[in-house]
């Protein structure tokens, strides 16, 4: 799922941009993704390799985008500021991870799959974490006013991005016939559980 694009010349890159995904995505479980080429890709989507480039810095970045980032910190910012951080990473995530169409769905599953299968690809995304660990501690700091370097601030990010990468670390979710919200409960639960300090007793 992503917003919406509001003009022409917004609706046809983003169709250009789902058709270069989708043919990469075909052609990388037809024929592997080492075996696979950017100008392969660029040939099958009827795109140069140029108009490629201008979408997707690097072969790998088809697989290692997505849209979820941005639609996660939009729905943050829109939770009232008397929310707790962590309670409106949690909310957030509800109301992104919950409106997304069952095609996206499929989507999402083959590219979980294709993380399980490749391991430079899952390292790359384990390693993306940092810039992921960056952009939560901006959101704590907005709604505590802190500072974004502020100890509590990074040790808050921190510990929320140890809930994700536990719970749902890339390619975890594989091998199945369907995907959806469910799949995420355990990493709201998660964070729920870190906001209650992490109880152990039962």
């Given at each position: 799922?992503?917003?919406?694009?509001?003009?022409?010349?917004?609706?046809?890159k983003?169709?250009?941009?789902?058709a270069?995904?989708?043919?990469?995505?075909?052609?990388?479980?037809?024929?592997?993704?080492?075996?696979?080429?950017?100008?392969?890709?660029?040939?099958?989507?009827?795109?140069?390799?140029?108009?490629?480039?201008?979408?997707?810095?690097?072969?790998?970045?088809?697989?290692?985008?997505?849209d979820?980032d941005?639609?996660?910190?939009?729905?943050?910012?829109?939770?009232?500021?008397?929310?707790?951080?962590?309670?409106?990473?949690?909310?957030?995530?509800?109301?992104?991870?919950?409106?997304?169409?069952?095609?996206?769905?499929?989507?999402?599953?083959?590219?979980?799959?294709?993380?399980?299968?490749?391991?430079?690809?899952?390292?790359?995304?384990?390693?993306?974490?940092?810039?992921?660990?960056?952009?939560?501690?901006?959101?704590?700091?907005?709604?505590?006013?802190?500072?974004?370097?502020?100890?509590?601030?990074?040790?808050?990010?921190?510990?929320?991005?140890?809930?994700?990468?536990?719970?749902?670390?890339?390619?975890?979710?594989?091998?199945?016939?369907?995907?959806?919200?469910?799949?995420?409960?355990?990493?709201?639960?998660?964070?729920?559980?870190?906001?209650?300090?992490?109880?152990?007793?039962?």
């Amino acid at each position: 799922m992503t917003a919406t694009p509001t003009s022409l010349r917004e609706r046809k890159k983003a169709k250009t941009r789902a058709a270069i995904r989708e043919h990469a995505m075909r052609l990388f479980e037809e024929q592997g993704y080492a075996s696979t080429t950017v100008d392969q890709i660029a040939e099958a989507a009827e795109v140069s390799p140029s108009t490629f480039f201008r979408y997707f810095p690097a072969k790998e970045d088809v697989i290692l985008i997505d849209d979820y980032d941005p639609m996660l910190v939009e729905a943050i910012r829109a939770m009232p500021p008397e929310v707790p951080p962590i309670e409106a990473v949690r909310r957030a995530l509800r109301d992104v991870f919950y409106n997304l169409a069952p095609e996206v769905w499929e989507s999402e599953r083959r590219r979980q799959r294709l993380f399980s299968e490749v391991p430079e690809l899952r390292m790359r995304a384990m390693n993306q974490m940092a810039q992921a660990l960056d952009l939560i501690a901006e959101m704590i700091a907005e709604r505590s006013g802190l500072p974004v370097g502020d100890i509590r601030v990074r040790a808050m990010s921190g510990a929320i991005g140890g809930v994700v990468l536990a719970l749902l670390p890339p390619g975890r979710i594989t091998g199945r016939s369907s995907l959806g919200p469910a799949d995420f409960e355990q990493l709201i639960e998660g964070l729920d559980l870190l906001q209650k300090g992490l109880p152990l007793a039962q």
